[in-house]
C-alpha cells in the first residue's frame, strides 16, 4: 500500500517516539491528543481536532494499550478525554485503524462499520520483540527489589509463552537458577531441552516456599491466598501479566508481600526501542497490504 499521510490519536512515549521516526521517513504525519506535547519535527502537524488528524489518511495510528476502560482512547499527553465513540463515527471503510490491544468489544464495533483494524500486539513479530523489552524491565526491578546478586538465586519464572521464555534466557545468562513452572507438557519437554528446571502446576504448591523471588507472566489468579500462605515473608513477586494479573492482590498486600505490579513495562524503560519495533511491524503490514 503506498501511503504518504498518517495519522495519530493518542499515546505516550512509544507513540512519540514512532511519529519521530515516521515523519524522519519523510511521511507527513498529522495528529490528535498531544496537546501537553511539544513536536519539533516539521513533519508533524498537530490538529486541534479529530476530524482535521484523521482526514484524507489511510492509515489511523492508536496508543498501545488502545485504551483502559473502553470508553477513552489512552492519551496522556492531551488534558481532555478523548472518546472511542467519536474515533469511531469518523473513520470510514477506506482507513485502517492500527494500535495495541484493542479490546474484542470494539474490534467487533469497527468490524460491524466496515472498518478494518489491525491489532499491532497480535502480530507475532512485534510481540516477540516487545517481550525482550518487557523482560529487561523484570530483571532491572528484580535487582532493585533484592539484597542479593541474582546469580546464583533460584528465581521462579511463572509460564512459558514468549515473555516466559526470554525472562528465562536472561536470567540464565546473568546465573541465576531458573526454575520455570508450566501445565503443559509439551512446555515441560522445552523447558527441560534449553536446561532450566521445570516445575509442573500440579507440583507447584510443594515448591512456593523455595522461592523468594517469582516473575510471573500468566494473566490469571495462580497465587490464590492458599498458595500466598505458603510463601516466604520476605518474598518478592513481580507481576508481568495483564488483568487480572496472577496473584490474589489485596491478600499479598494484607501479608505484606513485595508485589510488584509491573504492567506496560516497554513504555517505561525502553520506549524508543519499543517505537523501532512499531515501525518495522508497521513498514511489514504496509507491505502486506
Keep these: 500500500m503506498k501511503v504518504e499521510q498518517i495519522s495519530f490519536v493518542g499515546g505516550d512515549m512509544r507513540i512519540v517516539h514512532l511519529i519521530e521516526l515516521l515523519a524522519k521517513d519523510g511521511y507527513k504525519i498529522k495528529t490528535f491528543g498531544f496537546d ?22 489511510k492509515i489511523v495510528i492508536g496508543p498501545l494499550p488502545f485504551s483502559s476502560n473502553n470508553e477513552t482512547i489512552n492519551a496522556p499527553f492531551n488534558s481532555t478525554s478523548i472518546l472511542i465513540s467519536n474515533l469511531l463515527e469518523l473513520l470510514s471503510s477506506k482507513q485502517i485503524l492500527i494500535a495495541g490491544r484493542i479490546d474484542t468489544k470494539i474490534g467487533t464495533m469497527l468490524l460491524e462499520n466496515n472498518i478494518k483494524v ?8 512485534f510481540a ?9 524491565g523484570a530483571l532491572q526491578l528484580a535487582m532493585e527489589s533484592s539484597q542479593t546478586t541474582l546469580h546464583n538465586t533460584p528465581v521462579l519464572v511463572m509460564g ?35 536446561g532450566y528446571e521445570p516445575i509442573h502446576l500440579n507440583d507447584l504448591d510443594n515448591n512456593i516456599n523455595k522461592f523468594n523471588l517469582f516473575i510471573n507472566t500468566i494473566p490469571f489468579v495462580v ?40 504492567l506496560s513495562l516497554p513504555s517505561k524503560v525502553a520506549p524508543l526501542t519499543t517505537a523501532y519495533h512499531m515501525k518495522e511491524t508497521i513498514y511489514n503490514i504496509l507491505e502486506e497490504l
Excluded at 41 to 50: G, P, Q, R, S
Excluded at 168 to 179: E, F, Q, R, S, W
Design 36 to 57: 501537553k506535547f511539544t513536536m519539533t519535527n516539521d513533519h508533524v502537524i498537530k490538529c486541534d481536532t479529530l476530524v482535521e488528524a484523521i482526514e484524507d489518511s
Design 128 to 136: 516477540v520483540l516487545n517481550a525482550i523489552s518487557t523482560a529487561e
Design 160 to 194: 512459558f509463552g514468549r515473555i516466559g521464555k526470554i525472562t528465562c534466557k536472561m536470567l540464565d545468562g546473568i546465573g541465576a537458577k531458573v526454575y520455570c513452572e508450566a501445565r503443559k507438557f509439551s512446555d515441560i519437554a522445552w523447558i527441560k531441552a534449553y
Design 118 to 125: 489491525i491489532d499491532i500486539m497480535s502480530r507475532e513479530e
Design 223 to 262: 497465587f490464590t491466598k492458599d498458595r500466598i500462605d505458603k510463601m516466604n515473608k520476605n518474598a518478592v513477586f513481580i507481576d508481568l501479566a495483564s488483568k487480572p494479573g496472577g496473584i490474589d492482590v489485596n491478600y499479598a498486600k494484607k501479608k505484606d508481600i513485595d508485589l510488584k505490579l509491573a
